[in-house]
C-alpha cells in the first residue's frame, strides 16, 4: 500500500510569487491534515479536512494560504504571495477516521523563499 | 489545550531500552496519550498511543500512570535507527499539537 505522498519534494521560488503544494493520502483516508514547522520552531497544525470539506482550519496563518480538496482524493496548499517567513517544511498527513485513530505522514515538502 | 511537557534529550546505548518519560498534568477525560517520532529528513511517524491502560505493539511499550498525569514510552532494546525526537501528544479529535519532544541519541 502507498503512502502519503507529495509534490515537490523541494521548492525555492522568491518573495511574491506563488506556490502550489500537493498532497496524496493513503487510498481510502478521509481525513487529511496540513502542518508545517517553520525555521525553528514546532511543527504546528494547519488545517483539516474530512472528505473535501474543511473541518478545522484554525491553523492556518493568514488569507495568503488557500487549501483545497475537490472530489475528496488529494489535497493542494496554494501560497499567494509567497512571504519570507513561509519558508520550512510542509507535511501533510491522512487518518482513515477522525478521533484517535494514527496518522500517517508524508515525507514533507521543503519550501524556501528567497 | 493540554500540554505535555518532556525532556530535551535522552542518551542510551545500543540494545538497552530506553525510558521516555512525560507528563500531561492538565490532561482531560477525553484526551488519548499519543506518541510519534520523526526520524532526520522524514515526516512524524506513529508510535504508540493509549487512554488508561498500558499498551505494547511492536515498536514499543506505552506506560500509563493511574492518576494519567504522567506517561513513559519504554523502547525495549535501542537500535540506531531508533535515533530520532519523539513526542508525547495529547489528542482527543482531530489535529496534534506538536511540542518540542525528546531528541533520543543512541550510541553503538
Known amino acids: 500500500e502507498a503512502g502519503v505522498t507529495q509534490f515537490p519534494s523541494h521548492s525555492v521560488i522568491e518573495k511574491g510569487q506563488t506556490v502550489t503544494l500537493r498532497c496524496d493520502p493513503i487510498?481510502?483516508?478521509?481525513?487529511l491534515y496540513w502542518y508545517r514547522r517553520v525555521m525553528g520552531k514546532e511543527i504546528k497544525f494547519l488545517l483539516h479536512?474530512?472528505?473535501?470539506?474543511?473541518?478545522?482550519e484554525s491553523g492556518m496563518p493568514n488569507n495568503r494560504f488557500l487549501a483545497e480538496r475537490t472530489g475528496g482524493t488529494y489535497s493542494t496548499l496554494k501560497v499567494q504571495p509567497a512571504e519570507l517567513e513561509d519558508s520550512g517544511v510542509y507535511f501533510c498527513a491522512s487518518s482513515q477516521r477522525t478521533g484517535s485513530y494514527e496518522q500517517y505522514f508524508g515525507p514533507g515538502t521543503r519550501l524556501t523563499v528567497t | 489545550d493540554a500540554k505535555t511537557t518532556q525532556p530535551n534529550s535522552m542518551e542510551s546505548n545500543e540494545e538497552e531500552p530506553v525510558h521516555l518519560p512525560c507528563n500531561h498534568s492538565t490532561i482531560s477525560g477525553t484526551d488519548y496519550i499519543h506518541w510519534y517520532r520523526q526520524l532526520p529528513s522524514q515526516g512524524p511517524e506513529y508510535v504508540i498511543h493509549g487512554l488508561t491502560s498500558n499498551v505494547n505493539n511492536r515498536m514499543a511499550s506505552l506506560a500509563i500512570a493511574e492518576d494519567r498525569k504522567s506517561s513513559t514510552l519504554i523502547l525495549h532494546r535501542a537500535t540506531l535507527r531508533d535515533a530520532a525526537v519523539y513526542y508525547c501528544i495529547l489528542r482527543s479529535w482531530g489535529k496534534l499539537q506538536f511540542g518540542a519532544g525528546t531528541q533520543v541519541v543512541v550510541t553503538p
Open positions: 487510498s481510502g483516508h478521509d481525513n
Open positions: 479536512f474530512v472528505k473535501e470539506s474543511k473541518q478545522d
